[in-house]
């Protein structure tokens, strides 16, 4: 069955680094964009960064960029959001998702990241 | 950069009402580039309709989805229970990247 499992959430201290996976199966991965979009508590969504099949593009949101880097390894069906200089406004559920006709057609379950001293 | 902003921020109906919630945009949006999901407590959100007006897999007719410019529409003919949740809209806005609206609440009346 399609599916998409997000993992690495945690606590961390401001200023702190972590490192989110998600694992694809079900479909073919390295066919399909993916992206992460964040949820903070009680909040709406917010997309945070995208990634082409090939890995050749990728943009993050004005309120990551410079401090989080999306990647993937289609070898591994697998897609990474690398957070630096975290923040406690990053604080959230992330989530990764399937890129399609422009909107996210699969979700994963979602991965608590807190950002708090 | 494109806003969204959706309304009512909560509706308040019963199971069999009809539900009609509204998406503006700051400026003229592509309708291919709009999709509505649906967000219940815990959940991720799930893709209800893409394009505007297309219909995700697995989605009941009881949803539609309609509008183009600046204001677009998404419609719930008859209430289910299962249908009271969040309802977000959403616009892909090239470059790549993604703008959600703030999302309407559909509760129990």
């Known amino acids: 069955q399609v599916q998409l499992v997000e993992s690495g959430g945690g606590l961390v201290k401001p200023g702190g680094s972590l490192r989110l996976s998600c694992v694809a199966s079900g479909f073919t991965f390295s066919d399909n964009y993916m992206g992460w979009i964040r949820q903070a508590p009680g909040k709406g969504l917010e997309w945070v960064s995208y990634i082409s099949t090939d890995t050749k593009y990728t943009n993050h949101a004005d309120s990551v960029q410079g401090r989080f880097t999306i990647s993937r390894d289609n070898a591994k069906n697998s897609l990474f959001l690398q957070m630096t200089s975290l923040r406690a406004e990053d604080t959230a559920v992330y989530y990764c998702?399937?890129?399609?006709?422009?909107?996210?057609?699969?979700w994963g379950q979602g991965t608590m990241v807190t950002v708090s001293s | 950069d494109i806003v969204l902003t959706q309304s009512p921020g909560t509706l308040s109906l019963s199971p069999g009402e009809r539900g009609t919630l509204s998406c503006r945009a700051s400026?003229?949006?592509?309708?291919?580039?709009l999709a509505w999901y649906q967000q219940k407590p815990g959940q991720a959100p799930r893709l209800l309709i893409y394009?505007?007006?297309s219909r995700a897999t697995g989605v009941p007719d009881r949803f539609s989805g309609s509008g183009s410019g600046t204001d677009f529409t998404l419609t719930i003919s008859r209430l289910e229970p299962e249908d009271f949740a969040v309802y977000y809209c959403?616009?892909?806005?090239?470059?790549?990247?993604?703008?959600f609206g703030q999302g309407t609440k559909v509760e129990l009346k």
């Open positions: 959403q616009h892909y806005g090239g470059s790549p990247e993604w703008t």
């Open positions: 394009g505007a007006s």
């Open positions: 400026q003229s949006l592509g309708s291919t580039y």
């Open positions: 998702a399937r890129e399609s006709t422009w909107a996210f057609d699969i």
